[in-house]
Nanobody
């Protein structure tokens, strides 16, 4: 079972940037797709972005052109660079590990990920 710790959230004005980090332990990090999800108050948790174990990436439409996901396998860390933030990006952001290793197809549904961090709050003011 993986242990994930997110950091980097905070309060930012619209148009600003944040870089989220997720430090992972407990699994062979480099063998798994890593995903970022978010949950706004009163809404369901939704997919944001993911990066496969071979470096392929996929983004939800909401973040395309503004968010960039990356990973550092030496540091067992996945990042989410968020630029041009909007008030609608306000949410708790979670990182998660794919339930199966070595998958090259990126999944966007929650049930395909089986370990989650505790989340980091991102608040974007208008």
């Amino acid at each position: 079972q993986a242990h994930l710790v997110e950091s980097g959230g905070g309060l930012v004005q619209a148009g600003g940037s944040l870089r989220l980090s997720c430090a992972a332990s407990g699994r062979t990090f480099s063998s798994y797709t890593m995903g970022w999800f978010r949950q706004a108050p009163g809404k369901e948790r939704e997919f944001v972005a993911a990066i496969s174990w071979v470096g392929g990436t996929y983004y939800a439409d909401s973040g395309k052109g503004r968010f960039t996901i990356s990973r550092d396998n030496r540091e067992n860390t996945v990042y989410l660079q968020m630029n041009n933030l909007k008030p609608e990006d306000t949410a708790v952001y979670y990182c998660a590990v794919d339930a199966r290793r070595y998958r090259t197809v990126i999944h966007t549904t929650l049930r395909e990920y089986d370990d989650w961090g505790q989340g980091t709050q991102v608040t974007v003011s208008s």
